[in-house]
Nanobody, 124 residues
Framework: QVQLVESGGGLVQAGDSLRLSCVAS????????MGWFRQAPGKDREFVAA????????YYADSVKDRFTISRDNAKNTVYLQMNSLKPEDTGVYYC?????????????????WGQGTQVTVSS
């Protein structure tokens, strides 16, 4: 069983930065790609960013490209999401998730384990 625990959310103003962390249990963290998704009230959960198991490749939604950076530290079983120049439309619950082997990075159906989420609220 894999457990994912996110932290680092909060209430910030537009233009501010936040760094989210997601710590995974288990010894297989370094073997899997990881992703971040978010869900705004009344909307579907959407892809934000993903990173390969080695960290050599990253993928971003167009809406966050050049503002957000995903990274990982396999020695600490942790994946991060650095969010800069935050906008009110970035508001939502942010989830980290583990991608199943061979799954499509941008599809939430490709992820088998999810954290409980951390709230990010950006005021204008």
């Amino acid at each position: 069983q894999v457990q994912l625990v996110e932290s680092g959310g909060g209430l910030v103003q537009a233009g501010d930065s936040l760094r989210l962390s997601c710590v995974a249990s288990g010894r297989t963290f370094g073997s899997y790609a990881m992703g971040w998704f978010r869900q705004a009230p009344g909307k579907d959960r959407e892809f934000v960013a993903a990173i390969t198991w080695s960290g050599s490749s990253t993928y971003y939604a167009d809406s966050v490209k050049d503002r957000f950076t995903i990274s990982r530290d396999n020695a600490k079983n942790t994946v991060y999401l650095q969010m800069n120049s935050l906008k009110p439309e970035d508001t939502g619950v942010y989830y980290c998730a583990r991608r199943m082997q061979g799954g499509i990075y941008r599809s939430k159906g490709s992820y088998d384990y999810w954290g409980q989420g951390t709230q990010v609220t950006v005021s204008s």
